[in-house]
């Protein structure tokens, strides 16, 4: 048994060596399949466009480690540099070259003779290093300043529940006239159904809209997900809801959970969301239930029962507290967090712009390093036809080498589990085809 590299442990960012698998390579496979110190791996072949062909480069961190067929190895001849040759490969596959070039419907190959032919722009060797050298630095920097913007960008998202947090937990002057009260005692909560969808008559022609959970990562639902018939609305459980419903995600994947969001026309919607419409004399206090609703978020994830799929309930829905201050409180904290709220996303909209520039950037810096063009070259190191012809030689040398059979003893195959050859027969019989097998 003997550790071996497979596509899962190849990332953009390096090698994952935390889950490295094991399995039995012979004596002779390993001589084969053995990594070098230097050595690249490239994915062979992905269901995901942008990940054929991504490298990485071993360092021989794990002692006698082999490669899976899922990988591709390049040894790099004399005179290539490793460094250069992984940040070459790396920058085909981000560029998509790798899967324009690929095989295969579903999943993409690339291919170990395709990749054999690839063309690769070839400096001299001093060369290679300083371009390796000055576009390492050139991108380490960037991705710093990418990590940065994605950090504050996080923090922004949580920055605008900080701010609610705070309005509602410090009500000033005016807390003599807050009250507390309950979305039961404020609204109707209900929910709704998901009509069989086995049932063609339930969707076919359909014209009343119909929303999901799904739907709740936005301020206002202004989409449904599919329409139903008025069949599907007589024979099931499922109700239409009117425009301005507010409607809380009791139970879904990731983050849906909790969420919530207003209906901008009338609905039915699934079972996985709770409808909270509010009675007439509570309508002018929907903007600050909802403000309300969203500061409980983490609290009703919190709260959610269940072990494989958690969830809310009606019962926790309705029993949610919701502070009431006075209506000219009301209005003056959604001002004041609605003022907020816009330079905040303006922010959002600033980081966003940042790191799609930084992709572009990271883009130009690698064409240019590959075109010659991001440090100036020096006429008095080798020339490249010097280098070439090092590199011919190299290779026929490999080539012409006359390849070594192996030979198994008798001993040896009865120490791996072959069989001996069977006794001479005494009589005649009838001959058995046998196939051919070779050794890799």
């Not at 550790?3 to 399995?23: Q, S, T």
């Not at 109700?239 to 919530?260: C, D, F, H, N, Q």
């Not at 009703?300 to 799929?309: D, F, M, N, P, T």
């Amino acid at each position: 048994m003997r550790p071996y590299l497979r596509a899962a442990n190849v990332g953009w960012d390096g090698l994952k060596l935390n889950d490295v698998k094991e399995m039995n390579f012979t004596d002779d496979e390993v001589e084969t399949y053995r990594l070098l110190p230097g050595d690249i791996v490239l994915g062979e072949a992905s269901g995901s466009a942008s990940e054929v062909g991504k490298p990485a480069l071993w360092n021989g961190q794990i002692e006698d480690c082999c490669f899976q067929n899922t990988l591709l190895r390049v040894r790099a001849r004399t005179g290539i540099r490793p460094r250069y040759l992984l940040n070459f490969l790396r920058h085909e596959a981000i560029r998509g070259a790798f899967v324009q070039s690929s095989r295969g419907v579903g999943i993409h190959h690339l291919g170990a003779a395709n990749l054999c032919g690839w063309r690769v722009p070839i400096p001299p060797t001093s060369e290679q290093d300083r371009i390796v050298d000055a576009l390492e630095d050139r991108l380490s920097r960037l991705d710093a300043a990418t990590g940065a913007l994605v950090a504050a960008d996080r923090r922004l998202l949580s920055l605008r529940t900080s701010l609610l947090m705070s309005l509602l937990n410090d009500p000033g002057s005016d807390s003599k006239g807050w009250t507390y009260s309950t979305i039961g005692e404020l609204a109707i909560v209900g929910t709704g159904a998901t009509p069989l969808k086995s049932r063609i008559d339930y969707y076919e022609n359909g014209t009343i809209p119909w929303v999901t959970s799904s739907l709740l990562n936005d301020a206002i639902i202004s989409r449904p997900d599919k329409f139903i018939t008025g069949k599907a609305l007589e024979e099931t459980s499922t109700r239409v809801y009117p425009s301005g419903t507010i409607l809380v995600a009791m139970y879904g994947e990731g983050k849906t959970r909790g969420m919530s969001a207003e209906l901008g026309f009338p609905a039915a919607t699934n079972q996985a969301c709770a409808a909270i419409v509010l009675h007439d004399e509570n309508q002018f206090r929907k903007p600050w239930i909802k403000l309300v609703l969203e500061s409980q978020y983490h609290k009703l994830r919190r709260l959610s029962a269940g072990g494989v799929q958690p969830n809310l309930n009606l019962g926790l829905i309705r029993g949610i507290e919701i502070p009431l201050p006075p209506s000219a409180e009301q209005e003056r904290i959604v001002s004041q967090l609605d003022s907020w709220s816009v330079g905040i996303q303006r922010l959002h909209s600033a980081a966003a712009l940042l790191q799609i520039r930084g992709r572009q950037l990271r883009k130009l810096m690698t064409e240019q390093a590959f075109r010659g063009e991001l440090v100036p070259q020096d006429p008095n190191k080798e020339c490249t036809s010097v280098l070439l012809d090092r590199i011919r030689a190299d290779r026929e040398a490999h080539v012409s080498k006359p390849k070594r059979t192996v030979r198994r003893t008798r001993k040896r195959d009865a120490a791996v589990g072959v069989p001996p050859p069977p006794p001479p027969a005494s009589s005649r019989v009838r001959p058995i085809a046998v196939q051919q097998e070779l050794p890799l």
